[in-house]
């Protein structure tokens, strides 16, 4: 299967500074979507990207699709204590021929009160 | 996005036991999606559920072991056949597709079911 490279594989910050993630392939990707996970939950979409180069936010949060299209990345802006999960990338080849999605590898949020 | 419910959401079972997931979506949906999520894991692809056919397995998972059923547009099930410790994990259900308003470039996630396998 596809491999997501995720990174950084865990970050430990401080309460109000920034967070960024990101995540590549060395395949193209059509559409770029962007989940949390919280402890015992399901994945919640944070935000779905569909075009090269689109730069879509969600309160806080901020994810580009990669002019490439073979990488994405998700910024949080002024961190708070309820971001505190685990963030997961995917990645869908083309819709056309398969609607399997691939997953990265995961990013470990822990915010610092 | 769909409001997807799982059942049941945790359980504990015996070795060599069977245990039946069910996965329902408030919306008709063309796709339905079955993954496993190990601890501290990935998602992993099991298989996709295909209505009123057999379901598309991914390389390392076969029918026996994960028998699922889509009887219609808003259900269905997986069954971890013949349970081991090694199948302990979260299994999600997840859906996407035109049928239910939703794009079949975008997939949302039930709540999981964890399994834990004595």
């Known amino acids: 299967g596809q491999q997501l490279n995720q990174s950084p594989q865990s970050m430990f910050i401080q309460e109000g500074e920034d967070v960024s993630m990101n995540c590549t392939s060395s395949s193209i990707f059509n559409t770029w979507l962007w989940y949390k996970q919280d402890p015992g939950e399901g994945p919640v979409l944070l935000i779905a990207l569909y075009k090269a180069g689109e730069l879509t936010s969600n309160g806080r949060l901020t994810a580009q699709f990669g002019i490439t299209r073979k990488d994405s990345f998700l910024n949080i802006s002024a961190s708070i204590p309820s971001d505190v999960g685990i963030y997961f990338c995917a990645g869908q080849l083309n819709p056309n021929t398969g609607n399997q999605f691939y997953f990265g590898t995961g990013t470990s949020l822990t915010v610092i009160p | 996005s769909a409001v997807i419910s799982q059942k049941p959401s945790r359980d504990i079972c015996q070795r060599g036991t069977s245990l039946t997931i069910q996965c329902q979506v408030d919306?008709?949906?063309?796709?339905m999606f079955w993954y496993r999520q190990q601890p501290g894991q990935s998602l992993t692809l099991i298989a996709t559920a295909n209505q009123g056919s057999e379901a598309t397995y991914e390389s390392g998972f076969v029918i026996d072991k994960f028998p699922i059923s889509r009887p219609n547009l808003t259900f269905s099930t997986l069954t971890v056949s013949n349970m081991s410790p090694e199948d302990s994990s979260i299994y999600l259900c997840?859906?996407?597709?035109?049928?239910?308003?939703?794009?079949?470039?975008?997939?949302?996630f039930g709540p999981g079911t964890r399994l834990t396998v004595l």
């Open positions: 919306s008709q949906v063309t796709m």
């Open positions: 997840s859906v996407g597709g035109l049928a239910g308003g939703l794009r079949t470039d975008t997939q949302y």
